[in-house]
């Protein structure tokens, strides 16, 4: 693994310490800032009270760690789960216990610090380090954590969170002296938006364009989960661990109280609600709630515009004709046909997961769905902000990058039974659909019918989520593919001014190398009037570790690095090739007994190298390099 392996964000506050590395160029560059709004469960919650733990050495005592310290998950998981849990209902914490986000770039850093444990949780303590080595201001770096198990309004609510990021971009404007760039990772995505639609209410119309573009230059979205995630829909019926040694049930009982448990649900691309900014300005009240309504593309297409139902639930058989009682049409749908007494298969999909006919349906056979149906509709449907659970349009930005990683398996739906256990046990995964390479298949290999994409997620997401930024494209797209890691340009593959169509997915006809990694750029050949969109996809870039790839990292710097340079003459900048940027980027050519890339690297020892590949560094400055991709 190379030394450049660092978190990519850096990438946008470099920008700012540019002057100091490279003297030569000129611009408004050292006047950005970065701000990082992190994903779920990536920001560390401290303990706000004392909790004496019986038959544990150890107590939670004000500002103690909580997420994540596993040394008191291993010895007092009963203690830990009353700081981690909150109220299904009303959101608050537990009457022995709250916990309260970190603030501060540590939040963000590791997550449970330690000499074995801080390795296994870092987040973002590499790039951090970084940026601290090569002079870049303190100041140009802020992280906006938040406590990543509230509701939208939730966290407005109790921490004025929103409130609180307005007057960070606002500082940040009065400290640097320019906008800032946004990155958002994963969950992250959705606080944002969420912001932009909260900020519409609290600035005039005619204010809200012009307040935008003085204090965000870009956005990034990466990872973004546009129409929602599949895995939310395993962890809320049997659990999902987050890699800790807990059980299932355990990391189930603790999800479901959680108020963003729903903000990830999957839902239906043809569903939406009424403007209630228009709504609110023309007269309306702040409290009205939404109208939920489907186009008739829902009703004709079987799977809400996914590749198949995300969920497939045996239930007990029920003798009479009202098995259901809350959903009878459901009921009288989906059990047509059955035969009293024997197991029925019921199947929902995304817009019955979202909207809460899911919830009602197996009301009877689970405590768990009253709650979250309880959740869906008074912090999600009745939110008078807005609805998450519906498409997002491009928001009204200058600059929007959407990234992520396609080519992986991914879940896109699960096929449940009753497990004979108590709860939260009830609920076993009897089989899981994937897709993969463009086609859908079962845990056991079977090949299944659907509507598979024609490519893969990123492991967590599914590809029609993620890829519903392709949407914010403009008319016209040029489309460019090169191999993620270095290359000579030999290998770049261009289509230009491909025709568009809003609500259709672009399929670039290219080729590709079994053994190579990819990048696929598609950028705005025609944009609408003042903006610009382009959507990145990087092959085999898995969700959570996509801010650790160098190859993304490279290309931010050198989309940065062109965005602000008064010389630049292309809207993005050049794929033509890409050689090493910095020392980090040479290593040695066993094969050729040199330095690989010897027209940028040579062989140039410094005392402390501990292997060929340490000595290998650049000829000449980053600053000379780089004038290559104005």
């Not at 966290?155 to 760039?181: M, Q, V």
Request: hydrophobic share 35%; with cysteine.
């Amino acid at each position: 693994m190379r030394r450049g392996h660092v978190g990519f964000v850096v990438t946008f506050i470099l920008l700012a310490a540019a002057g100091n590395l490279c003297g030569e160029f000129a611009g408004d560059y050292s006047k950005l800032s970065g701000i990082i709004i992190p994903g779920f469960a990536s920001t560390q919650l401290r303990a706000w009270s004392i909790l004496d733990c019986p038959y544990s050495p150890l107590d939670f005592n004000p500002l103690d760690l909580v997420w994540l310290d596993t040394t008191k998950l291993l010895s007092a998981v009963n203690c830990w789960l009353k700081c981690m849990m909150l109220d299904p209902y009303n959101q608050t914490d537990h009457r022995e216990c709250k916990s309260r986000p970190d603030s501060g770039l540590s939040a963000i850093t590791e997550l449970d610090p330690g000499y074995i444990t801080g390795p296994l949780s870092s987040v973002w303590k590499e790039w951090i380090k970084w940026c601290i080595e090569f002079g870049i201001e303190a100041n140009a770096i802020i992280a906006v954590p938040y406590d990543w198990r509230l509701s939208p309004s939730k966290l407005e609510e109790r921490d004025l969170y929103f409130h609180k990021l307005k007057l960070t971009f606002e500082t940040a404007l009065k400290l640097r002296g320019g906008p800032s760039i946004v990155f958002a990772h994963s969950l992250g995505n959705n606080v944002f938006r969420y912001f932009l639609e909260w900020l519409k209410l609290e600035i005039a119309p005619k204010e809200y364009g012009r307040w935008l573009d003085d204090h965000i230059h870009a956005y990034f979205a990466v990872g973004a989960p546009l129409l929602g995630a599949i895995e939310t829909v395993k962890a809320t019926l049997s659990g999902s661990t987050f890699g800790l040694p807990v059980s299932e049930g355990t990391a189930r009982l603790m999800f479901n109280t959680f108020g963003s448990s729903i903000w990830m649900l999957p839902f239906s691309k043809y569903c939406t609600t009424d403007n209630v900014y228009r709504r609110h300005f023309s007269g309306g009240n702040r409290k009205y709630h939404h109208a939920y309504h489907c186009d008739e593309h829902e009703l004709k297409s079987k799977y809400s515009g996914w590749p198949t139902n995300i969920i497939n639930i045996e239930v007990p058989s029920i003798r009479g004709n009202e098995v259901y009682p809350s959903v009878v049409e459901t009921a009288q749908t989906n059990l047509s046909g059955m035969e009293c007494g024997f197991p029925t298969q019921l199947s929902f999909s995304a817009r019955e997961v979202s909207d809460g006919t899911f919830f009602k349906a197996i009301k009877n056979y689970d405590p768990d769905s009253e709650r979250l149906f309880h959740l869906l509709k008074k912090s999600y449907h009745d939110d008078p902000i807005l609805n998450p659970l519906t498409p997002w349009e491009r928001p009204p930005l200058k600059n929007i990058f959407c990234i992520y990683g396609v080519d992986s398996k991914t879940e896109v739906g699960y096929y449940f039974a009753p497990s004979g256990k108590p709860y939260p046990d009830n609920w076993i995964i009897t089989d899981v659909i994937y897709e993969i390479e463009g086609s859908l298949y079962s845990r056991s290999g079977n090949l299944v019918e659907g509507n598979p994409g024609a490519t893969s997620g990123d492991e967590t997401v599914p590809y029609n989520s993620l890829s519903w930024c392709k949407n914010w494209l403009g008319p016209k797209v040029n489309i460019t593919r090169t191999p993620q890691s270095e290359h000579d340009g030999s290998d770049v593959q261009v289509h230009h001014n491909i025709e568009h169509q809003h609500g259709e997915d672009i399929i670039p006809n290219m080729t590709k190398l079994p053994t190579m990694k990819y990048i696929t750029y598609y950028e705005d050949s025609e944009s609408f009037p003042g903006t610009r969109t382009a959507v990145w996809e990087l092959d085999k870039a898995n969700h959570r570790n996509i801010v650790r790839s160098p190859a993304l990292m490279r290309e931010l710097w050198l989309e940065m690095w062109h965005d602000i340079h008064p010389d630049k003459k292309s809207n993005f900048v050049t794929k033509a090739k890409r050689g090493p940027l910095r020392d980090e980027d040479c290593y040695w050519d066993y094969g050729k007994a040199r330095c690989a890339w010897s027209e940028h690297c040579e062989y140039r020892y410094v005392f402390g190298d501990v292997h060929l590949g340490q000595s290998c560094r650049l000829k000449s400055s980053t600053s000379h390099l780089l004038s290559h991709y104005v």
